[in-house]
């Protein structure tokens, strides 16, 4: 069993950033890929971003190269998500997750843990 809270969503002006965190429970977190998606509403859930276990892979999706790095700390049972210059459209509601393996997927049937989610809003 893995929970996963996320943290650091809120509301931001366009040009601005974010340090998305979600902290894990459980003692496989260390094993595991994780990811960053993100939902509008109404929407199916879309990836963002994921890392393998050991940090050493990572992916970031084409519209956000440039501005996003997704990062791990394994002591900390922590994942990130550092969101630059941000833009309107970015607006919506963040979820990191724990993957099934220990390399990253873009699909969500890849992971099996899900935080609650941290709403990101970026303002004009």
């Known amino acids: 069993q893995v929970l996963l809270v996320e943290s650091g969503g809120g509301l931001v002006q366009a040009g601005g950033s974010l340090r998305l965190s979600c902290a894990a429970s459980?003692?496989?977190?260390?094993?595991?890929?994780m990811g960053w998606f993100r939902q509008a509403p109404g929407k199916e859930r879309v990836s963002v971003a994921h890392i393998s276990w050991s940090g050493d892979r990572t992916y970031l999706e084409d519209s956000v190269k440039g501005r996003i790095t997704i990062s791990r700390d394994n002591a900390k049972n922590t994942e990130y998500l550092q969101v630059n210059n941000l833009k309107p459209e970015d607006t919506d509601v963040y979820y990191c997750?724990?993957?099934?393996?220990?390399?990253?997927?873009?699909?969500?049937?890849?992971?099996?843990?899900w935080g609650q989610g941290t709403q990101v809003t970026v303002s004009s």
């Open positions: 459980g003692r496989t977190f260390s094993s595991r890929a």
């Open positions: 997750a724990a993957g099934k393996g220990t390399f990253g997927s873009n699909f969500a049937e890849s992971y099996d843990y």
